[in-house]
Structure formats: structure tokens, C-alpha cells
């Protein structure tokens, strides 16, 4: 009987429920989809006699409005949990967020080009591939040079015959130098920073690559007593003003006099410890006068302009400065090496 069968879903519709969207459009389709159980009530509403059409009838619209209400009901409440579950908790503490450090490499280089950009010289920059003008002959080495060989030089061309053909890694930056002079009158005072690559075997003493800072000053009357004076002045900025220097005769192809620079121990003052040998003193540099070849082959007159030039390793300042043994752990990015340098800034 359709009364019967009205009742039962009744029945059945005040019982349903549904944790989930996916539950609840299948009770959708169950009962009030065209091929739904209501429909089905509905189809057999045709045959019921007349009499009883009126009373049926009602029943029959009643419970489709229990079922639409019930299915609107349980929409919501799955609507609003769900709404709790995408609700999110400004109170939880944040994920610790691992903020990463300079690496001390950089550190340096930034300590030194600020010292140099405080005695009034600017920033100079060139290509890490050379030719053999920029990084050689400009620079007064001869044609056999050990410099120019195989052994010594990471060679990208090389031509056996001609070696103003070769192109090279650059092996210093004092082809920033040259670069500078082809293209600016003096009075020029530059550092250029940049990496530079030379054909060792990689130990804890030794690499591939590393990185320096060249400074060139050029212009009438220079001497070497200025030299000295800005030298003296970079070591008692970075290592302490009561830093002591001395030069050392030494010699470069290009610069003429050549000298190189020690600085009094960081570690003992002077007096002679284990780190500098007992001697009291420990090398960080070489410099010299620009020799008048290097002038003239840039197109400077070496009668009317003089000028100095001096070359670091940044990773021998640091290495002095933070006591680091191993030149391999500069390239290595172990984080807990570079952790160790979150302070340094
Ligand atoms: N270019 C030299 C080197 O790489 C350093 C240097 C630069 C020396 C300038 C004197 C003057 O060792």
C-alpha cells in the first residue's frame, strides 16, 4: 500500500545521515532524483483511486518536503564543519624558518671593499675568460713565462704558435687592471673583486679557484710611501690598530720595485707563536709600483703618471682572520661551517 510505503520513508528519512559531500549527493540521487524513491512514490500516486488521491496526495507532497528539508539540513551541517576543518589557527607557533648566513667569503670581501671605499677608491669588475693581452702580455710577462704554460694555467683556447691567441681562465685580477687603463685616463683608483682560477691540485692549502682583490691607483706624483700608507691602513682596520706591516723585496712581472706585505701576528702580536712560524709575522699580500711597460702598453704615458698596484687572496684574509685551516671547506657549503659565520656581518 502507498500509505505504507509513505511511512517507511518517513521513517527512514528522519535517520539519514551524511559525514561528507560525497555521502550526501548519493542520498540526493536515492531520493529525489527522477529514478528516485519519491519519484517512484509519485509514479504509483497514478493508480491510487480517486477517492483516496486527495488524502494521498497531501501525505505524499508532505514527504517530499521532509526529504528536500532533510537533504538542505544536512548540506549545511556538512558546510560548516567543513568550514572548521579549513579554519586556520593563527595562534599555532609558526615552522622555525632557517635563516641562512653570508657565507665568509663574502664577508671579507665586503669588510675590505669597504676599508678601500673609504680611502676613495671605486669598484672595478671584468670577465673571468681572458685572453692571453689582458691576463699576460699587457701585464710584461715574457713569451715564456711558466705562468703561460699548461701546468700553471686553465687554458679554454690554445693555440701552440701564438700565444696572443690563447684564451684563459683568468689566473689573476690584475687583468681588471688592464682592462681599467685601456679605458679610463688617470687619475684612476680602483679594487676589483672577482674569482680567479689556477691549475693546482685541490688540498687543504690549495685550490682550483679562489678569489682576490686587486687595487691600482694611477696618477701624477704617486710614490711608494703613498702605498704604504693606504697598506698601512687596511691591515690596522681589519686585523687592529695596533697592527704593524713590512715589505718584504719580492718580484712580479708587472709592477717595478715589488714588495710583499706581512702583518704583524693577529694571533701572538708579534711576539712569535706556533702560527707564524715564530717569526712574529705572516704574509697577506703582493704590490708594487706599476711598471712603466704596463703604462705604456695600456696607453698611459709612464713620463707623466705613476702609479701602484696591490693583490690579496680574500681566502688568506679570512682564513687569518677566522682561523680557518681547510681552503676546501670554502666551496664545500657544509651548513654547519657556514652557521658558524652568522655573526660575522
Ligand atoms: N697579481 C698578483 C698575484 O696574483 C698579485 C699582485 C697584484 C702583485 C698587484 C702586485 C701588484 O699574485
Redesign the pocket.
Known amino acids: 500500500m502507498l500509505i505504507d510505503k509513505i511511512e517507511a520513508l518517513k521513517g527512514q528519512l528522519a535517520e539519514l545521515t551524511a559525514s561528507n559531500a560525497e555521502e550526501l549527493e548519493n542520498l540526493r540521487i536515492k531520493y529525489l532524483s527522477k529514478k528516485g524513491e519519491m519519484a517512484a512514490l509519485f509514479n504509483e500516486f497514478k493508480t491510487v483511486s480517486a477517492d483516496q488521491k486527495r488524502e494521498l496526495g497531501q501525505r505524499l507532497n508532505e514527504l517530499k518536503t521532509i526529504a528536500t528539508e532533510k537533504i538542505n539540513a544536512l548540506k549545511e551541517t556538512i558546510g560548516t564543519q567543513q568550514k572548521e576543518a579549513n579554519k586556520i589557527d593563527i595562534t599555532r607557533p609558526s615552522f622555525p624558518a632557517q635563516l641562512g648566513t653570508r657565507h665568509p667569503i663574502s664577508v671579507v670581501r665586503k669588510q675590505i671593499i669597504d676599508i678601500f671605499s673609504r680611502q676613495g677608491f671605486t669598484l672595478a669588475d671584468g670577465p673571468e675568460v681572458e685572453d692571453d693581452w689582458h691576463v699576460f702580455s699587457a701585464l710584461n710577462f715574457a713569451a715564456d713565462h711558466p705562468a703561460r704554460d699548461m701546468q700553471d694555467t686553465f687554458f679554454v683556447e690554445q693555440d701552440k704558435d701564438d700565444v696572443a691567441r690563447n684564451i684563459v681562465l683568468r689566473s ?1 685580477t ?1 687583468s681588471v687592471q688592464v682592462r681599467t687603463m685601456e679605458t679610463q685616463k688617470p687619475p684612476i683608483r680602483i679594487i676589483c673583486p672577482g674569482r680567479v682560477y689556477r691549475n693546482e691540485a685541490i688540498t687543504a692549502r690549495a685550490h682550483c679557484f679562489f678569489h ?1 682583490i ?1 687595487g691600482l691607483y694611477i696618477d701624477k706624483g704617486v710614490t711608494f710611501a703613498d702605498l704604504r700608507q693606504v697598506l698601512l691602513n687596511f691591515a690596522q682596520e681589519l686585523f687592529g690598530s695596533e697592527t704593524k706591516i713590512r715589505l718584504r723585496p719580492s718580484y ?1 712581472p ?2 717595478e720595485p ?1 714588495a710583499e706585505m706581512d702583518v704583524s701576528c693577529m694571533l701572538c702580536g708579534g711576539e712569535g707563536c706556533g702560527f707564524c712560524k715564530h717569526t712574529g709575522w705572516v704574509e697577506i699580500l ?3 709600483m706599476v711598471d712603466p711597460n704596463v703604462l705604456e702598453a695600456s696607453g698611459i704615458d709612464s713620463k707623466v703618471y705613476s702609479g701602484y ?3 690579496l687572496g680574500i681566502e688568506r684574509i679570512t682564513n687569518l682572520k677566522y682561523m680557518v685551516k681547510d681552503l676546501r671547506m670554502f666551496s664545500e657549503n657544509d651548513v654547519r661551517f657556514l652557521d658558524e659565520f652568522k655573526s660575522a656581518h
Open positions: 689573476h690584475s682576490q686587486e712580479f708587472f709592477t715589488s703582493g704590490c708594487g698596484a696591490f693583490g
